[in-house]
């Protein structure tokens, strides 16, 4: 028997920690503690993904939400680390590239606990993301690193990471299994009225915080709202936001939804217009036209494919991607792997037990 504590923070998070539950209950040789940081909190945030998608509750909820990224680190690094000295598993998991995942990275390799990376080796090449700061950090400690393309592989090649005492895994990308197994559980949003329209997302900090990116995003997307309906399930650091700066907007706001609704907007939606990273991916998994609201992609192949055009935040290039972009409707390749991504990282966690 062994014992994994993974680390869950942030709603890309529980979405994929669904897959891997899932798969656990398939190995009865394997524990798994589950730790929830709190970094996202509101139950739209969090308690739906855990309720629709049945993941276990946390044994562990460490109520580190909020605040700077030190101050919110620092006091997860201070409770995770307390979990560990309790439970002493034989692993930590953690997934993506959030600050709940190197707070975790942090103490693991601190404590000698063998670390797991799932979304290890991808890059965006931006040091100015937190996010990339966060992941590189994190692969350079980790023993186990999956990673979900051959990119992202090729990028922990280039560093060197063969001269590193670690283990790369193309394990395929476990939103892969995620989006293959709910896509039957797909649910219309309660009184949702409209049939014809684009699905749009914006959270990352880089257009968030900086209000000439954010208003001229606006401004992109109000040009198209006059041609197609946009619906824009909002994140709470973007609707904060636009409250203080009182955009005005052309498009219709949601709070944020369930995972089993939101697959059924990216099912229903003409074409997806997203800052996200999972969602830039479950566009190509349902076969949707993606315009990504960023200057870098970590996945580069959607873009080379032409399933992706990537248009920063210039309000005229985004009406133009919109209006000329000729993108690719072949979308048989398998670049995200099979869709068994949570059966190759738990037989890879017990192989290297
Ligand atoms: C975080 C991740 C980002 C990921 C995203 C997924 C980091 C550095 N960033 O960004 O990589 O793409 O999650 O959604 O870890 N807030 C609420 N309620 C919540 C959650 C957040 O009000 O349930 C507000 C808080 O004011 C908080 C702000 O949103 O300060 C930002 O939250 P945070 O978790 O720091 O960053 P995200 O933008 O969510
Ligand atoms: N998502 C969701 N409800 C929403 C918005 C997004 O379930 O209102 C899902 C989305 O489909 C994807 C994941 O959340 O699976 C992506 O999370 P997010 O965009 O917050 O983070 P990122 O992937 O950029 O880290």
Not at 175 to 189: H, Q, R, S, T, V
Not at 235 to 260: C, Q, S, W
Not at 299 to 312: D, I, K, Y
């Amino acid at each position: 028997m062994i014992k994994i504590l993974t680390i869950l923070g942030a709603r890309p998070q529980f979405i994929k920690a669904g897959s891997l539950s899932r798969e656990l209950l398939n190995y009865s040789n394997i524990q798994e503690v589950i730790v929830h940081t709190g970094q996202h909190y509101d139950s739209n945030m969090s308690d739906v993904f855990f309720t629709e998608m049945k993941i276990p509750t946390p044994n562990y909820f460490l109520d580190v939400g909020g605040g700077s990224h030190g101050e919110m680190t620092g006091r997860m690094i201070e409770k995770i680390e307390k979990v560990v000295m309790i439970e002493n598993p034989d692993w930590m998991l953690v997934y993506g590239d959030t600050n709940s995942t190197l707070a975790g990275a942090i103490v693991a390799s601190k404590l000698h606990i063998k670390l797991a990376h799932v979304e290890a080796g991808l890059r965006s090449f931006n040091m100015k993301m937190p996010e990339e700061i966060n992941r590189i950090l994190t692969d350079r400690v980790s023993n186990l690193l999956f990673c979900p393309t051959n990119a992202a592989l090729d990028n922990l090649k280039l560093e060197g990471f063969d001269n590193i005492n670690s283990t790369i895994v193309n394990s395929g990308d476990i939103m892969l299994d995620g989006a293959i197994y709910y896509e039957g559980f797909a649910k219309k949003p309660l009184n949702f009225g409209f049939s014809d329209f684009i699905l749009a997302t914006i959270h990352r900090a880089e257009n968030t915080n900086n209000i000439d990116r954010l208003i001229s995003i606006i401004e992109g997307l109000n040009a198209i709202a006059r041609h197609k309906t946009i619906i824009l399930p909002v994140h709470p650091r973007t609707k904060a936001i636009m409250k203080e700066l009182g955009l005005e907007m052309n498009f219709v706001l949601l709070d944020p939804v369930g995972y089993f609704e939101m697959i059924w907007l990216i099912k229903n939606s003409t074409m997806i217009i997203t800052d996200s990273g999972g969602l830039q991916k479950e566009s190509y998994f349902f076969k949707k036209p993606c315009i990504t609201l960023r200057d870098e992609t970590e996945w580069v192949e959607l873009v080379s494919g032409r399933f992706n055009v990537l248009v920063g935040s210039d309000s005229a290039t985004i009406f133009d991607a919109y209006k000329n972009f000729v993108f690719s409707n072949d979308f048989n390749g398998n670049i995200y792997g099979h869709g068994n991504a949570s059966k190759i990282i738990l037989d890879n966690l017990l192989s290297y037990s």
